[in-house]
Nanobody, 126 residues
């Protein structure tokens, strides 16, 4: 069981930038580079939605519109989500998730993923 922990959330004004971090642990000899990593978010009153994925290539939700970048530092077992041009609609709790699969297809069944972080709050003021 892989554990992940997010950080970097906070309050930012519309149009601003923020970088989220997610550190993975408990890999038990499994290479982090062979671990798929993703970001989801959940706004008040809304369902959890996919944001970005890093595994077999990088993938983004349509609403990102080029504003976010997912990256990873395998030496630090860390994945990042660099967000710019933030909008009020981006306000949500952002969750990191790890998967044994590198395929982006796993985001189609997020309830099957077990290695979720606690989430970090991102609040964008307008």
């Amino acid at each position: 069981q892989v554990q992940v922990e997010e950080s970097g959330g906070g309050l930012v004004q519309a149009g601003g930038s923020l970088r989220l971090s997610c550190v993975a642990s408990g890999l038990s000899g499994v290479s982090f580079s062979s671990t798929g990593m993703g970001w989801f978010r959940q706004a008040p009153g809304k369902e959890r939605e996919f944001v970005a994925w890093s595994g077999e290539g990088t993938h983004y939700a349509a609403f990102v519109k080029g504003r976010f970048t997912i990256s990873r530092d395998d030496a630090k077992n860390t994945v990042y989500l660099q967000m710019k041009s933030l909008e009020a609609e981006d306000t949500a709790v952002y969750y990191c998730v790890a998967s044994r699969s590198l395929s982006v297809s796993v985001i189609l069944s997020p309830n099957k993923l077990s290695s979720w972080g606690q989430g970090t709050q991102v609040t964008v003021s307008s």
